[in-house]
């Protein structure tokens, strides 16, 4: 018997400071209604990227993946991604069929919820300035009080 050999899954939800941190989406739509647009290919992050998002934070223009931290995320159980799961079980179904995402074959959410992350995953922002009781509630870590950054 083979043993596969261990990846290393993306978290699609990353802060742009996290180690290997890229801009793998931008947030087009509206405050009320975002959506995000899968660039081409994953850009790594640098101090000229996060530059150009001025004077917003780099989380409201784009949306960064990194290596999931695991244990050290609070979202974290020690198996699974508490966030990708509420996101499934909360919100609503944005996208019909596959988005044209660059991260899937090594994302987190998309390992572990499959294509229900995906068809959800259009409307998620790292940072809303205006999130719904759904996001506040999914992004809300087990213990803690509601929160607009997921």
């Given at each position: 018997m083979q043993t596969r050999e261990a990846r290393t899954l993306l978290c699609p939800s990353a802060q742009p400071a996290m180690a290997g941190s890229m801009a793998f989406a931008v947030v087009a739509g509206s405050p009320e209604e975002p959506r995000v647009a899968?660039?081409?290919?994953?850009?790594?992050?640098?101090?000229?990227?996060l530059a150009m998002t001025g004077p917003v934070p780099p989380t409201q223009v784009l949306r960064f993946t990194a290596p999931c931290a695991e244990g050290a995320c609070c979202h974290f159980d020690g198996a699974d991604c508490r966030l990708a799961n509420k996101l499934v079980q909360l919100m609503p179904a944005v996208d019909s069929s596959l988005p044209a995402c660059r991260i899937r074959q090594d994302c987190r959410?998309?390992?572990?919820?499959?294509?229900?992350?995906?068809?959800?995953?259009?409307?998620?922002?790292?940072?809303?300035?205006?999130?719904?009781?759904?996001l506040s509630l999914a992004a809300t870590p087990q213990g803690h009080a509601a929160s607009a950054a997921i």
């Amino acid at each position: 018997m083979q043993t596969r050999e261990a990846r290393t899954l993306l978290c699609p939800s990353a802060q742009p400071a996290m180690a290997g941190s890229m801009a793998f989406a931008v947030v087009a739509g509206s405050p009320e209604e975002p959506r995000v647009a899968w660039l081409e290919r994953p850009v790594p992050v640098t101090d000229e990227l996060l530059a150009m998002t001025g004077p917003v934070p780099p989380t409201q223009v784009l949306r960064f993946t990194a290596p999931c931290a695991e244990g050290a995320c609070c979202h974290f159980d020690g198996a699974d991604c508490r966030l990708a799961n509420k996101l499934v079980q909360l919100m609503p179904a944005v996208d019909s069929s596959l988005p044209a995402c660059r991260i899937r074959q090594d994302c987190r959410w998309f390992a572990q919820e499959g294509r229900a992350a995906c068809m959800r995953c259009p409307q998620i922002v790292t940072y809303s300035v205006n999130p719904t009781a759904e996001l506040s509630l999914a992004a809300t870590p087990q213990g803690h009080a509601a929160s607009a950054a997921i």
